[in-house]
């Protein structure tokens, strides 16, 4: 890091460490996701040290810069004047610290502070920067108010199961429903395999049945002798030329 000396706007040479604190803070507005202001008057040692905790936990830090030097950085990085304007009374910067092992989280962060506030009314919330852009007071507390990320993505996640779901349901739904229109189909004899369908094949052979009985019936309405009739007849002739041959040697004898 340079140790040379800068001059400011009003032609005085600033000194290295502030050169370096100006950068160090104009980098925590441009690099962080999330940079709340507070102001912190009245609050003691002890509660500056429990609020740290609470906010490393989400990823956050919390550190006290001097306004002027907070100013010059604002600046620098062309924030807007509204920005500039929270730098007034005791103030501090909460912005993403990422850390190993800690996954950042800018709701939970704001959260951390928003209820920190509650609970220490001497802590005030100002605003700040969201990606690089300003936020009121109010911003802040309903960024504070959104449901954490674990919880979002759970009820995300449900939100793409429902679907699913219905989805699945549909396709146990389809051959279910197609299976019972075609037994509804079958019962009342629209479809192959269904009672009505199945009595057709049926009557057929009951018209080839009646065809023999008819013709059975027929030999009975003519007048033409049964078989058993000629026998009786043909013996009959038979007896009529046995006798006729003795008849005719009686003739012979006689004359």
């Given at each position: 890091?340079?140790?040379?000396s800068t001059t400011t706007g009003e032609g005085r040479t600033a000194r290295p460490e502030k050169v370096a ?206 078989t058993d009739d000629a026998p009786a007849e043909a ?21």
């Amino acid at each position: 890091m340079s140790t040379e000396s800068t001059t400011t706007g009003e032609g005085r040479t600033a000194r290295p460490e502030k050169v370096a604190a100006v950068s160090e803070i104009q980098g925590r507005f441009t690099d962080s996701e999330v940079v709340l202001v507070s102001e912190y008057r009245g609050l003691s040692v002890s509660d500056l040290a429990e609020l740290r905790i609470n906010l490393r936990k989400a990823g956050g830090k919390y550190k006290i810069y001097k306004n002027t030097l907070a100013r010059r950085a604002a600046a620098q990085a062309d924030l807007g004047e509204e920005f500039n304007e929270l730098f007034s009374g005791p103030t501090a910067l909460t912005y993403t610290d990422p850390v190993e092992g800690v996954d950042v989280d800018v709701v939970t962060i704001a959260k951390a502070l928003k209820e920190f506030g509650a609970a220490h009314e001497e802590l005030v919330i100002k605003g700040g920067l969201f990606e690089g852009r300003f936020i009121d007071a109010d911003e802040v507390k309903r960024l504070a108010d959104i449901e954490p990320r674990e919880v979002l993505l759970s009820k995300f996640a449900g939100l793409m199961a429902a679907p699913m779901q219905q989805f699945a349901g549909l396709l146990q739904a389809v051959p279910r429903d197609f299976a019972g229109l075609l037994k509804a189909l079958i019962d009342e004899g629209g479809a192959p395999g269904s009672p009505a369908s199945d009595s057709a094949p049926a009557d057929a052979p009951a018209a080839e049945e009646a065809a023999p009985e008819a013709d059975a019936e027929a030999p009975a309405a003519d007048d033409t002798p049964t078989t058993d009739d000629a026998p009786a007849e043909a013996e009959a002739d038979a007896t009529a030329a046995d006798e006729a041959p003795a008849d005719a040697a009686t003739e012979n004898e006689e004359s």
